[in-house]
Nanobody
């Protein structure tokens, strides 16, 4: 499964962005899709995930501000990010897990990764 992440950009604190993760293969719809981010000098950090059946999971920092969703017809997963903070800055990656593992926060659970999209939140 080849993933394409897009939608990043520069936004002021308090603003919103919607990231997209798309693929060309319908097998994507059977995968759990996760979003991770990585700030300079830091490890990759889990943000949110959505299972093939639509079950959602969020990190503590994302809960209440971010919403993950999927559109199987468009073979895409979206991450709507509201109330953005400077600490949300980083490269955002989407990843696909064909096993729909119950621990979506684990980097090692994902077999496929997109190329990342930069999100910069200014204060």
């Amino acid at each position: 499964v080849q993933l394409q992440a897009s939608g990043g950009g520069l936004v002021q604190a308090g603003g919103s962005l919607r990231l997209s993760c798309s693929a060309s293969e319908r097998a994507f719809n059977q995968h759990q899709i996760g979003w991770f981010r990585q700030a300079p000098g830091k490890e990759r950090e889990y943000v949110a995930a959505i299972a093939f059946n639509g079950n959602e999971d969020y990190s503590a920092s994302a809960k209440g501000r971010f919403t993950i969703s999927r559109d199987n017809g468009k073979i895409a997963v979206y991450l709507l990010m509201n109330s953005l903070k400077p600490e949300d800055t980083g490269i955002y990656y989407c990843a696909a897990d064909r096993e729909n593992i119950n621990w979506p926060e684990l980097v090692g659970a994902y077999e496929y990764w997109g190329q990342g999209t930069q999100v910069t939140v200014s204060s």
